[in-house]
């Protein structure tokens, strides 16, 4: 394959709306895997998330995580790279959060922390297979955290950004969902980690493809030789992109590597 490197988002990308990887999609990202492709799972999920997804498909290796955030070996668990962030720098945006009673966690690269729970939060994490720890207001800031996710309705959340659109951030805000914004490093990207992961295997910029449909993924989206916008994707992020594909429900990662495969050359 042309594409010696391809960076897959998870959630309306990879799984459709039920959460589910279909398995023509699963075929097709095992058979560019097959073809030569490192597949890079590139993802706002944490680490263990990320990771049991590629095992559903069968899958090792590396997987980005936390927006950028985290570089994660699949195999060792190793963190190879991380953009930690610090309790000074969050304080406010939690204690905002708090005031409001909206929901939010702390992450370091494979462990998720919540001050509480409820039926929506917990089905949430059920659906991102993960496992969040309860802590109280009280604890420690967790060490080597790399992002804190805010979850809570879309207008709950435009209302949030329209507060803080005058702050001097010390932290990138970025919306990663209809019903997320990611608090992390301000130079931690997608796109960034993809370029470090793609300048250590050796694979120059025109053999990376990237496949996503939201915000977040914008940075990998222009970083790639090729990136491909969901179909379900804002007209935002369609408008960065290099071709749109089908929705996350009609299996639109397929047709993008079903079409990589069929222009292989053959031996």
């Excluded at 060792?76 to 409001?100: H, V």
């Excluded at 720890?133 to 604890?139: A, K, M, V």
């Excluded at 992390?184 to 990237?210: C, D, F, M, Y």
């Excluded at 915000?215 to 804002?234: E, H, R, T």
């Amino acid at each position: 394959m042309k594409y010696k490197l391809i960076a897959l988002d998870i959630d309306g990308t990879l799984l459709n709306d039920d959460h589910e990887l279909t398995p023509r999609v699963k075929r097709a990202v095992t058979a560019a895997a097959s073809a030569g492709a490192e597949i890079v799972l590139c993802t706002g999920r944490g680490s263990a998330s990320a990771l049991s997804v590629l095992a559903q498909l069968g899958l090792s290796g590396t997987v980005i995580t936390h927006n950028g955030a985290s570089i994660v070996d699949g195999d060792s668990r190793e963190i190879l790279r991380e953009s930690p962030i610090g309790a000074d720098e969050t304080a406010r945006y939690l204690d905002l959060c708090r005031e409001r009673g909206i929901h939010f966690d702390l992450n370091t690269a494979f462990d998720i922390y919540v001050e509480r729970l409820s039926e929506d939060t917990s089905a949430m994490y059920a659906n991102m297979l993960a496992e969040p720890i309860l802590r109280s207001r009280e604890d420690l800031f967790p060490e080597r955290t790399v992002k804190i996710s805010i979850f809570a309705p879309k207008a709950d959340l435009d209302e949030l950004e329209a507060h803080w659109r005058d702050w001097r951030h010390e932290l990138q805000t970025i919306r990663s969902g209809d019903y997320f914004i990611d608090l992390q490093h301000r130079e931690a990207s997608k796109g960034t980690a993809l370029g470090q992961w793609a300048e250590k295997r050796a694979i120059p910029r025109e053999n990376v493809l990237a496949v996503g449909n939201y915000f977040n993924d914008i940075g990998m989206l222009q970083y790639a030789g090729y990136g491909v916008a969901m179909g379900n994707s804002p007209p935002e992020v369609k408008a960065v992109a290099d071709a749109v594909t089908a929705t996350n429900n009609e299996d639109g990662v397929a047709l993008v590597l079903e079409a990589c495969l069929a222009a292989a050359p053959t031996r």
